[in-house]
């Protein structure tokens, strides 16, 4: 019987800090809503900082993964571009016609310039935390851009 009714008292106790507490937070909302304008109240910007903080992960996952596959994409291009300028060096030896000369084509010079000047910048923004041999440029630039915010 004693168990029972320390068992009780203590369920009691409980719930009634429990009222407590949400009487307390009903009091502080009314009081919050009255004196601050609503882009002010201080328990929606704290909920809306809860929220960021949550969503902040998510999207560091997926600019991640978009970075990845933005790697891809120029790694793949860069090796389609060199296989189809050695493949046209072959057939235009082959004819026996001129050979162009990467300084005769424009698109390859600026595409290359490009990717050069994407790695100097991204590069030169993350000299100083560089991995030796490290050649993801999107990588270099994500950890730039996460750690400066």
Not at 55 to 65: A, P, R, T
């Amino acid at each position: 019987m004693e168990r029972n009714q320390a068992v009780d008292g203590l369920q009691s106790l409980f719930l009634k800090a429990n009222r407590d507490l949400s009487a307390v937070h009903s009091k502080l909302h009314k009081e919050f809503q009255q004196i601050y304008p609503d882009h002010a109240n201080p328990m929606k910007l704290v909920a809306r900082l809860k929220k960021i903080e949550e969503e902040m992960s998510s999207l560091k996952d997926q600019c991640s993964e978009l970075l990845t596959a933005k790697q891809d994409l120029i790694d793949k291009a860069r090796t389609l571009l060199v296989g189809n300028r050695t493949m046209l060096h072959r057939l235009q030896a082959s004819t026996g016609g001129p050979t162009t000369s990467d300084e005769d084509d424009s698109a390859y010079l600026s595409f290359n310039q490009i990717i050069d000047e994407w790695a100097t910048q991204v590069k030169s923004s993350k000299e100083d935390e560089e991995e030796p041999g490290s050649n993801d440029i999107n990588q270099l630039l994500f950890s730039a851009i996460v750690q400066s915010n």
